[in-house]
Every structure is written in C-alpha cells, then in structure tokens.
T-cell receptor, first 110, second 115 residues
Framework: KQEVTQIPAALSVPEGENLVLNCSFT??????LQWFRQDPGKGLTSLLL?????REQTSGRLNASLDKSSGRSTLYIAASQPGDSATYLC?????????FGKGTKLSVIP | ETGVTQTPRHLVMGMTNKKSLKCEQH?????MYWYKQSAKKPLELMFV???????ENNSVPSRFSPECPNSSHLFLHLHTLQPEDSALYLC??????????????FGPGTRLTVT
C-alpha cells in the first residue's frame, strides 16, 4: 500500500527566501506525482504534475522534481511571497487512485 | 460556471437527517471522485466513477451512498451519519480514468458538520 510522507509539517520563512518542500513515497510504481496547494477551508489547486517518465516540471517560480528510484519528490519555490502561504500537498498516482501526504503548511512572513 | 463546482459549501446536519452533496464538472471529463479530508489526516479516496459506473468503493460505510447519473454530475447521499463523519468532502474529476498524465481537478469542497 502506497504511503506518502511530507516533511516538514510546517515551515515559516521570511519573504523573498527560496525554499524546498519534501515528499517521499514508498511504492515507486507511480504513474505521476502531483503537487497541490490548499488554502484554508478551500479545495485543492493543482500546481504541477510530473509524469513517471519525467524528472521535473516548472511553472513560474515553482519547480518540482521526481526521483522514482529513491521515492522522492521536491517542490522548490523561488523568491517566496506572502501569497504563497498555504498548505502544500503531494500525491502519488496509482492507476487512478491518488495517495496524499498530510501536507506542509507554509507561512511566508512579510 | 467553470471547473468543478460543489453545493452546498457548508452543511450542518443531525445524526438522523438525510442530505445530499452535489458535484458538477464543466470540463468534459469522464471520471469523477469523492474524497474525505478530516482534520490532521491525509485526504482519503472514497468513491471513483468512470463513465457513470462505480469502479472503486474504498471500504466506505453504507451511510454514504454515491450516485452518478451522468458524467457531469456526482452526488453523495448521506444518512444516519456520526459526529466523526464531520469533515471537508471534496469532489474531483479527470479526463479519463487510468494510467497516465490525467490530472485531477478539485472542487472547493463541502464542509460538513454532524451534530
């Protein structure tokens, strides 16, 4: 059974800092790895999806990497802004089931 | 309306009530999902539908009853719930079901409180 772990559980950084969020998964037989953002009391917004054959994806200030052999993914956020404050979730996809981590709660301090 | 919508956004119900959650996707997708998000727990997949047929029921109690009348609509019928069922219920859709780069798009969720 797939298990997804996200470290740290919470992170507080000053505005402008670059940061890395970590995600690890136990079953390397994933079809893709998806990063989401969730604002308090809201649904999930997809940020990046990395297919199993890819190593990384970039969107603006965000860069996500995938290393299936080690069961790890990272989300890099450059030049963080207060608007980036949210909970970030990663999920590993089986055939159709997404298995989620508990998330990293990010606070960017102005 | 665009994307995935859910109604109601908030619901308070007693343990003897019957209510329904509604999800509608405007993306032309063929697969739809119900997830439960409880405090301090990861999102849990509850049900999966592909072309209106249920393909997954993740050991969900029978007090939760899904219905998918067409590929754009998904319902979750609730009856005789317990306080521990209080959670954020999220609906999602994807273009297809199965292997590959099929991103799941989520609705805003229904915050359910069972009293």
């Amino acid at each position: 059974k797939q298990e997804v772990t996200q470290i740290p559980a919470a992170l507080s950084v000053p505005e402008g800092e670059n940061l890395v969020l970590n995600c690890s998964f136990t079953d390397s037989a994933i079809y893709n790895l998806q990063w989401f953002r969730q604002d308090p009391g809201k649904g999930l917004t997809s940020l990046l999806l990395i297919q199993s054959s890819q190593r990384e994806q970039t969107s603006g200030r965000l860069n996500a990497s995938l290393d299936k052999s080690s069961g790890r993914s990272t989300l890099y956020i450059a030049a963080s802004q207060p608007g980036d404050s949210a909970t970030y979730l990663c999920s590993g996809a089986g055939s159709y089931q997404l298995t989620f981590g508990k998330g990293t709660k990010l606070s960017v301090i102005p | 309306e665009t994307g995935v919508t859910q109604t109601p956004r908030h619901l308070v119900m007693g343990m003897t009530n019957k209510k329904s959650l509604k999800c509608e996707q405007h993306l032309g997708h063929n697969a739809m999902y119900w997830y439960k998000q409880s405090a301090k727990k990861p999102l849990e997949l509850m049900f999966v539908y592909s072309l209106e047929e249920r393909v997954e029921n993740n050991s969900v109690p029978s007090r939760f009853s899904p219905e998918c009348p067409n590929s754009s609509h998904l319902f979750l019928h609730l009856h005789t719930l317990q306080p521990e069922d209080s959670a954020l219920y999220l609906c999602a859709s994807s273009q297809e079901l199965g292997q590959g780069p099929y991103e799941q798009y989520f609705g805003p969720g229904t915050r359910l409180t069972v009293t």
